[in-house]
């Protein structure tokens, strides 16, 4: 069981299942919306997610069509992305999760507009756009 919260505390959810592999994103969207050089997210199975509290404090911005990102109303912390096309997975941002996860990144994706003040110095696969990853495991 995985568990956390936003920064203020109002948001707060559990997860009674597997995460995906970890993707730490560089695309220019990600390095806006979580001011750094990338985001860490996990898939997750929609189905097993459930929020405790805070639901109604979640705001969502369509960055492109289809695709949302759902932040904390409140104080700002980025929660998840999510795509139309893919209705069952949300992209979990790690960072607001509670436990540990017992693994590390498995990916770095959209190296192609990676920042130029960032290098990339670990051995992990790097991909010029994504590697589609739908299911948790």
């Known amino acids: 069981m995985y568990t956390g919260h936003c920064l203020c505390g109002d948001i707060s ?11 730490l994103c560089h695309c220019s969207q990600c390095r806006r919306a ?9 898939p997750v199975q929609k189905v097993r997610f459930r929020f405790i ?6 705001t969502e911005f369509e ?15 980025q929660l998840y992305s999510r795509v139309d096309a893919i ?5 979990l941002r790690v960072g607001w999760v509670n436990e540990p996860l017992g693994k590390g990144p498995a990916r770095h994706v959209f190296v192609g507009s990676k920042s130029d003040w960032f290098e990339i ?12 990853t739908n299911d948790p495991h």
């Open 13 to 23: 959810f559990e997860y009674d299942g597997p995460l995906g592999p970890v993707a």
């Open 34 to 42: 979580h001011g750094s050089a990338f985001s860490a997210s996990a």
């Open 53 to 58: 509290s805070g639901e109604d404090r979640i």
């Open 63 to 77: 960055s492109r069509p289809g695709k949302f990102r759902g932040f904390c109303s409140c104080c700002g912390s």
């Open 87 to 91: 209705p069952g997975i949300l992209r």
């Open 121 to 132: 110095t670990d051995e992990l696969p790097q991909f010029e756009k994504t590697e589609r």
